[in-house]
């Protein structure tokens, strides 16, 4: 099962028949995602005013992109006024090595890093540890994969490929618990005493940012479990990755976007912390690094440059049933699911070429998407980029395929007829769109309330 | 050419001409709730726990009874008076608060809509504290709930400046192992509000 999604060569298509092999288990991980999107509507509707808020915060972020020269640097000024240090990174390798300068410019070979999409992006770990530094990740799903030599299937919930007998063996190995126990609080408790060590000792520790405010200079990081919190707080150097676009230009903003972006994940109603980082503690330092990376190209892309609103709240992945079904490491790319599949050909066009095909078109993205990029949309766009350069995966209708792949066969049939059935009555209008080239082909048949192999499995046993 | 300029210099050919800020009035079909009976339910909600002390009541004498008789008490807060003092020596070396059981500390209002309450370091002076702690104490004046992150920042800024502020709503919590949500993760195990009449 274990798959670096940077060393895979195959297909995506080939990665999710592997993922597939095993019924039970992607049928598992099928509804444990799906469990999570349908808290994710519940959180939602019980928000009369989410609609505006979903456009408003697109709005907003529409701004962010068409001021960002400004915006970058009214930050960059606000942020010298409080005492950080700036750097500018034109791609992952820069990142790279100006975050290894400040662990040379302060003599440390150990540090903690909490939950950060971008340090993943840009292979951080792996550098750094050619480099000799040691880099325990704090956020729990995070350091599950690294024990095992992975990396995060979903940006949201790393390990939600992996099963807790596993994680009870993996902690076994590790962390030297009982064999065979595998109760989720136990391994908890576990990995709490194994990781406050590390926070108690370790004097850099590094964090992703979820929001960047131009106004203020100020880094927001939101976490469930507190780790990003414990780390730079008991550290003597914090440093903080970001992409540029993480950018927003007021702090009030903020109220658009805290209300969006835990119901989206998973359904709370706001992060359990919501940190804002103005200044560094006195004697400390707070180090932000800004981060380029394809995305500055991708803004002048103007059928793509709405995919630089993501605020990687996941809901996108949770609803895929491509992703669903494939699992997060067939994408090959750090953001996986069909966020993943626009931004990581904006980065290596070839490289990433079978990924805007790993999509039926249905729409259920773009539903849910809280800053309401056009994600299907752009997922067209891209074939037909991909075809223009000669790209395109060989084989006429590739979609189509998708399609079938999910609906065709009997063993998936039952779980993806189940979503679909749930899709249909509750937003039909999700599966109906003119993009779905599955529904070009024929109108959608009424959702049966039962499905055939449900029905099947009942009337045998009667 | 340094990369602040290279980035600079594509994102300003890059972007496309000028959008509009939208306004931030919210709608008039916005949620509104009771705050205090919302307030109360979704901080129960996520595994917070909410006391209220009413007038007249003596506050210590309540806390003292929300927690095991043998847990020691940091007090930060200028509400209420007695327990331990932070030591000086935790400004050079903060993780020696690892062994505080009860931290306790004033936050300035709380937030209907996620149960969530606004702390500022200068208000509880050492920034690793609310989250070093095994269980998390707060002291909440009852007339300052606000609706919604919308009037929470309103508030944020009508403050004014602050170097580390944070909303925290509950217990820290991970649910990373299939799910199963786990309350107490890195941060406090348990999180207690104290409503102040
Ligand atoms: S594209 Fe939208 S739904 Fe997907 S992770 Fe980004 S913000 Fe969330």
Redesign the pocket.
Known sequence: MSVHPNKASQPHAELAQQFNKDEDRVNWHDETLWWIRQKRDKAAWSVPEWEWLRQTASDIKAHVLSNMHDLLTQFEAQALANGASVHWAADAAEHNAIVHRILQENKVQQIVKSKSMLTEECGLNEYLHEHGIDVVDTDLGERIVQLAGETPSH?VLPCIHWKKEEIGELFHQHLHTPKGNADPQYLTGAARIHLREKFLTRNVAITGVNFAIAETGEVVVCTNEGNADMGTHLADVHIACMGIEKLIPQRQHLGVFTRLLAR?ATGQPITTYTSHFRKPAPGRQLHIVLVDNGRSRQLGREAFRNSLK????????NTCPVYRRSGGHSYKYAISG??GSILAPNLDMRKHADLPFASTLCGS?TN????K?D?HEQLYQWRQELYKEGLAPKGKAVSMKMAGWLLGKPALYRLAGKAARTVLRLSPFVVKNSLNPWYKQREMPAPPKQSFSEWYAKNKKA | MSSRSKILAQVKANQPATVALPDLELPAHAAQWDALQKFVETLSGIGGRVIRILPGEDATATILQAFDDNSNILNVSATVQGFQALPDAAFEEPAMLQNVDIALMDAAFGVAENGAVWVMEAQYKLRALPFICQHLAVLLPLQSLLPNMHAAYQQVQAMGQYDFGVFIAGPSKTADIEQSLVLGAHGPKTMTVFLLP
């Open positions: 940006i989206s993501c605020i990687r709240c996941g809901a996108c992945m069909p966020i993205c849910v998407c809280p800053v990029i994600i």
